[in-house]
């Protein structure tokens, strides 16, 4: 209930904002049509809707993250509506200023949800074209995620012989269109979070340290305000005996594969630790694990002290932009999907960190009043501030491991990842599979697992069918 009224609150303030967007559009479309107008106004508008759109993209990514299955292509059409109209508008602005009048053609209207009279060719000088083309589209019928093919996802590209405001236009669609610089991780020392990245062979996975801010740690432990919040969670679980074995469940599960530990009896948690409290979230849609157990790093142990996430680097944002994955995804005959099992869980955390990744579970939830018992993660949680970051941190340096023997596979999965979800696709029913097989070795060569594999080609599907079956066996 209360992440339905999140998502409607998150949805009604975009809202809001794109009706200001709305506003600033057509009073820049009036200026540009008066060439007496105020060539300074034209500059502020720029700057406001720059503002307004980044605001707009983090509601967006919020508002994805949370959203139901069925709502998330109707989520980015509307994205890129939005990314759509405001680009066009200040193509028109940039050109008018650079060249020191403003443009008289007849301007585009914009009405909140529609877009009317969109030119579909502009001249600029010293023989610049801005011209638009529609990208390739899979038939993904068979994805959930792609219901509306009818959409034409529209790419940019300018040529011109001398042109600074064609570079400056360059530059505002590749931060403001269809996505941001990738960036490459490269050297593990660039990185606050590879800087202390090491492989455990053993258990064949990645392990790292926590990226603490200097000389911060949380004052209070929050060992009993996780007790209070836990007797709450017990007695609301008790109504539905269900739920509370799949809560159980779910701790064990974690605990029989090797996601978090039991803390010793002899720790008195002298030498500093820290506790998350944690929830439930029941998702129906979900085609495998229903309930999901949410851990709280955000909240804090009392007014003094602040959270786990106040005392951890947010890090650098490396996952891609939405818009430019789709985009990529839509450039292949054939579309792939899959993602990547538990890929938070597979990240393990060094030993000297998980003292600080503690929670509170019973020890036997049939008695009466069950026996607290303490746990600490050995792998990464989700409930960090840092943790989408250090997935995309590791991802990458683990690609890059891979680049000089796979060049065009590694490219491929950079390109393809949004989180924890790959979105590429191939040119034919063999390249598909080549992918399927290529992918799979490299992921699973860092510690991560694809699942999940869906595509729009019949001899794919079969192909995944068979092989799963074979692996059953």
Known sequence: MAEAQSIERKRAIRKANRGVITKYINEANDLLHDEDSDRDRLITIQGLLREKLDYIKRLDSEILEICEIKDIDKEIIESEEINTRVLEVNKKILK??????????????????????????????????????????????????NQRN??????????????????????FWDTESIGITNH?????????????????????RYQVRLPWKTEALPQSNGYSTCV??????????????????????VIKQQLESSIIEAVPEEDDDSDGSYYLPHHGVLREDKETTKLRVVFDGSAKPNEESPSINECLEKGPNL??????TVIKFRSHPIGIVADIEKAFHQIQISPEDRR???????????????????????????????SPAVLASIIQHHLSRHKEREPEMVSLLNDSFYVDDFAGGAKTDDDAVEVYEKAQAIMKDGGFTLRKWMSNSKKFREMVEKNEEHQSY
């Open 150 to 171: 009818e959409l034409a996802s529209q790419s940019s590209y300018v040529q011109n012989k001398d042109g600074e405001l064609i570079e400056t236009l360059r530059t």
């Open 319 to 324: 996952v891609p932009n939405l818009f430019d």
């Open 356 to 386: 600080m990744l503690r929670f509170l579970w019973f020890d036997n939830i049939t008695e009466p009043v069950p026996k607290i018992r303490r746990f600490q993660f050995c792998r990464l949680v989700f409930g960090l501030t840092p």
């Open 184 to 204: 490459d991780i490269g050297n593990p020392e660039e990185s606050k979070f590879l800087r202390e990245v090491s492989f455990d062979e053993q258990e064949g």
């Open 96 to 145: 008018a200023t650079s060249e020191g009048h403003l443009v008289t053609n007849q301007p585009a209207i914009f009405v909140e949800g529609e877009h009317i009279n969109e030119p579909q060719q502009s001249e600029l000088q010293n023989e610049s074209v801005v011209s638009n083309n529609s990208a390739p589209q899979a038939s993904t019928d068979q994805i959930q995620h």
């Open 228 to 249: 209070r919040r836990l007797r709450q969670l017990h007695s609301h679980l008790k109504k539905d005996k269900h739920l509370l074995n799949d809560y159980d469940s």
